[in-house]
């Protein structure tokens, strides 16, 4: 879903989402969380 939002593919989702201070948090070994206000502020930051 981030991938289409942002319009990238699965694996540029997946290395963003990795990055470092990119609002992410992983649950297992699995799933990945994303918070919309920590996407929006991310954002608007111009990170």
């Not at 919309?36 to 930051?45: A, D, I, N, V």
């Amino acid at each position: 879903m981030l991938g289409r939002i942002l319009g990238i593919n699965v694996n540029k989702a997946y290395k963003l989402a990795k990055s470092p201070g990119f609002p992410a948090k992983r649950i297992g070994k699995k799933k990945i969380i994303i918070s919309k206000t920590g996407l929006m502020k991310w954002m608007e930051s111009g990170q």
